[in-house]
């Protein structure tokens, strides 16, 4: 079966850190782009972050960068979002997939995700 799953959530106090993991079963990660993208109660999910998956490049959205870290393990099949100095409007549900150039979604299927809240 060909899936990724998302893990490593929790709550966490602001300014606390999380490292999530998307890892691939059924397929190699590390021929794709990946994107995490998150959606709080109320709101369109948004992108978070994209790696491609050749030379690694990066980008994030205005609200991650300085503060989230993108990065992979090819040997693990596994791809990580590092969030760091974490705020309230961090908290999502947060999700991976695989996605193109243009680090949009490639199918429109996601999987269960992982809740991030960021709370006293």
């Known amino acids: 079966q060909v899936q990724v799953v998302e893990s490593g959530g929790g709550l966490v106090q602001p300014g606390g850190s999380l490292r999530l993991s998307c890892s691939a079963s059924?397929?190699?990660?590390?021929?794709?782009?990946v994107g995490w993208f998150r959606q709080a109660p109320g709101r369109e999910r948004e992108r978070v972050s994209c790696?491609?998956?050749?030379?690694?490049?990066?980008r994030y959205a205005d609200s991650a960068k300085g503060r989230f870290t993108i990065s992979r393990d090819n040997a693990k099949n596994t791809v990580y979002l590092q969030m760091n100095s974490l705020k309230p409007e961090d908290t999502a549900v947060y999700y991976c997939?695989?996605?193109?150039?243009?680090?949009?979604?490639?199918?429109?299927?996601w999987g269960q995700g992982t809740q991030v809240t960021v709370s006293f």
């Open positions: 059924g397929f190699t990660l590390d021929y794709y782009a």
């Open positions: 997939a695989t996605v193109g150039p243009d680090c949009l979604p490639l199918y429109d299927s």
């Open positions: 790696m491609s998956g050749s030379e690694g490049s990066t």
